[in-house]
Structures are given as structure tokens and as C-alpha cells.
């Protein structure tokens, strides 16, 4: 049980902490625990008194029933876990979360002008494959029992949807266009167009999103000092404030080199 918990916090946080409250509100949705009412989006109930501002987030949080309840969290940590840990376009943990919000966002957007629904999640996993296999063309991958083109996944969970759940199919197209609007907007515009990145992560959220003092590392703690009033640098005497040598110690002589007079 400690290896398994150990594993479990030693995955990246982000892909953790989602997959986990994806899996928790489903098997309490399913299994009738928790009311369904309490967690759908609905933009009138955002303008409420007090307004319901959580609906923009659980509306991601509820899998498909039955075996969608195991594989949609697996799918949302396993795609969210390759952005966070080794794609070069996500180079912080704020890039991550920021892509989540604005593909989110626009996924929200899309399914309220067009498709009418009102809970979100297989289009942002869709769209989290999109955007993970746009940089491994060329990779196989393996999708059930068969190996494809690693760019073709998204592709073959449409297909999959196609064959045994049709309605999801519009949902998952708002998806994969957000995904590629991100694509568009934030690299294909900037590096072929020579415009700039339109959805550059904001300051604010990089200040939220800042690495702790205390970092606990597998072998030990690690403390970082605060360094207010700028960083210190070392003196050319070797003296430092707060030494807890004695004062005659604190400066250094002049050399004497050994077998001299």
C-alpha cells in the first residue's frame, strides 16, 4: 500500500489531481451519491445571487457511465501527465494550466452556441491527445489492440465514438477544433505568420503557480532561502555575516606557500 501511495504522489499534479477528482465525481454521480443537477454547466445559474461559479469546472469532471468511469480518468491522466512532464511547448506547470482554461474555455463556448451539451470532459481528453501527438509524428501508438500513427489517435477515439457512442461525436469535434486553435494561435501564427503568441500565459498566473521553499526530495528537504532585497554574492575576503567563526578567522592572510621562506 506505501509503494502505491508513494507512486500516486510522485505523479506530476496537475494529471493527479484531475484524474482523481474525475474519478471521485463519477462513481458519486453514477452511483447516485452526488446530484447530477449540482455539477452541469448552465450559464443562467452563473448570474445567480450568490452565483454557482463552480459549474465551468465540474462540468469537466463527469466520465461517460459504466466502463468510461476506469478509462476516462486513465485517458485524462495519461495524456495530461505527457504535457506536463515532457512537451516543449508547455515548459511550466502555469503553461499547462493556462492551455487547460483556454481550450476549456472554448470548448464551453462552442458546445453552448452548437451542440447543446452540458458536461465536457471527453472533448477536453480529445483535445489533450490533439495537442500530446502533434509532436510525435512518426511514433506509433498503440489504441486498443491496434498500432497507428501517433497523430492519428484523436482520429480513432472519433471513429470509436462513431461505432458505439454517437452522441458524443460534436463534443468531441469542439474539442479537437480548440485544441488546434490553440495550436494556431499560440505556435503555428508565431513561427510561420510572424505574429505574435496570442495566448501567451499571463504574469499573474505564473505568481500563483511559483515553486514552493521547502522542496522534499526523495533523499531529503530542502530549505530555499528567501532572498529579498536581491541575491548575495561572495566576497573577496571570504567574510559572510552571521559566520560562526571567530573574528581572527574571518579574513584571509597572505598566502604562504608551502616548502617557502
Same mark, same amino acid.
Given at each position: #500500500?506505501?509503494?502505491? #501511495?508513494?507512486?500516486? &504522489?510522485?505523479?506530476?499534479? !496537475?494529471?493527479?489531481?484531475?484524474?482523481?477528482?474525475?474519478?471521485?465525481?463519477?462513481? +458519486?454521480?453514477?452511483?447516485?451519491?452526488?446530484?447530477?443537477?449540482?455539477?452541469?454547466?448552465?450559464?443562467?445559474?452563473?448570474?445567480?445571487? $450568490?452565483?454557482?461559479? &463552480?459549474?465551468?469546472?465540474?462540468?469537466?469532471?463527469?466520465?461517460?457511465?459504466?466502463?468510461?468511469?476506469?478509462?476516462? $480518468?486513465?485517458?485524462?491522466?495519461?495524456?495530461?501527465?505527457?504535457?506536463?512532464?515532457?512537451?516543449?511547448?508547455?515548459?511550466?506547470?502555469?503553461?499547462?494550466?493556462?492551455?487547460?482554461?483556454?481550450?476549456?474555455?472554448?470548448?464551453?463556448?462552442?458546445?453552448?452556441?452548437?451542440? @447543446?451539451?452540458?458536461?465536457?470532459?471527453?472533448?477536453?481528453?480529445?483535445?489533450?491527445?490533439?495537442?500530446?501527438?502533434?509532436?510525435?509524428? +512518426?511514433?506509433?501508438?498503440?489504441?486498443?489492440?491496434?498500432?497507428?500513427?501517433?497523430? !492519428?489517435?484523436?482520429?480513432? #477515439?472519433?471513429?470509436?465514438?462513431?461505432?458505439?457512442?454517437?452522441?458524443?461525436?460534436?463534443?468531441?469535434?469542439?474539442?479537437?477544433?480548440?485544441?488546434?486553435?490553440?495550436?494556431?494561435?499560440?505556435?503555428?501564427?508565431?513561427?510561420?505568420?510572424?505574429?505574435?503568441?496570442?495566448?501567451?500565459?499571463?504574469?499573474?498566473?505564473?505568481?500563483?503557480?511559483?515553486?514552493?521553499?521547502?522542496?522534499?526530495?526523495?533523499?531529503?528537504?530542502?530549505?530555499?532561502?528567501?532572498?529579498? @532585497?536581491?541575491?548575495?554574492?561572495?566576497?573577496?575576503? +571570504?567574510?559572510?555575516?552571521?559566520?560562526?567563526?571567530?573574528?581572527?578567522?574571518?579574513?584571509?592572510?597572505?598566502?604562504?606557500?608551502?616548502?617557502?621562506?
Amino acid at each position: #500500500m506505501a509503494e502505491i #501511495m508513494d507512486a500516486y &504522489w510522485a505523479a506530476p499534479p !496537475l494529471a493527479r489531481n484531475m484524474a482523481t477528482a474525475v474519478l471521485i465525481t463519477s462513481i +458519486g454521480v453514477h452511483m447516485g451519491f452526488l446530484p447530477y443537477h449540482w455539477l452541469y454547466f448552465t450559464a443562467d445559474r452563473l448570474w445567480m445571487l $450568490p452565483p454557482e461559479i &463552480w459549474r465551468p469546472f465540474t462540468s469537466f469532471l463527469l466520465s461517460s457511465p459504466q466502463l468510461g468511469i476506469i478509462l476516462d $480518468p486513465y485517458f485524462t491522466f495519461q495524456y495530461l501527465s505527457q504535457l506536463e512532464l515532457g512537451n516543449p511547448k508547455f515548459p511550466n506547470k502555469e503553461d499547462v494550466l493556462w492551455y487547460i482554461f483556454t481550450v476549456g474555455g472554448l470548448i464551453v463556448v462552442l458546445n453552448r452556441l452548437f451542440t @447543446g451539451q452540458v458536461f465536457f470532459l471527453q472533448g477536453l481528453i480529445i483535445a489533450l491527445c490533439y495537442t500530446v501527438t502533434q509532436d510525435q509524428r +512518426g511514433v506509433k501508438a498503440g489504441f486498443f489492440f491496434f498500432t497507428v500513427p501517433a497523430q !492519428l489517435l484523436p482520429y480513432c #477515439m472519433l471513429l470509436m465514438s462513431v461505432l458505439m457512442s454517437p452522441g458524443l461525436v460534436p463534443l468531441q469535434l469542439t474539442g479537437i477544433f480548440a485544441a488546434h486553435m490553440h495550436d494556431f494561435l499560440s505556435r503555428i501564427y508565431p513561427e510561420f505568420g510572424g505574429g505574435p503568441n496570442l495566448l501567451q500565459t499571463p504574469a499573474f498566473l505564473s505568481r500563483l503557480v511559483e515553486t514552493p521553499r521547502i522542496l522534499r526530495r526523495e533523499y531529503g528537504t530542502a530549505i530555499r532561502p528567501p532572498q529579498a @532585497g536581491g541575491q548575495s554574492s561572495g566576497s573577496s575576503t +571570504g567574510a559572510s555575516t552571521g559566520s560562526v567563526l571567530p573574528d581572527s578567522w574571518k579574513t584571509r592572510g597572505t598566502g604562504q606557500r608551502l616548502g617557502g621562506n
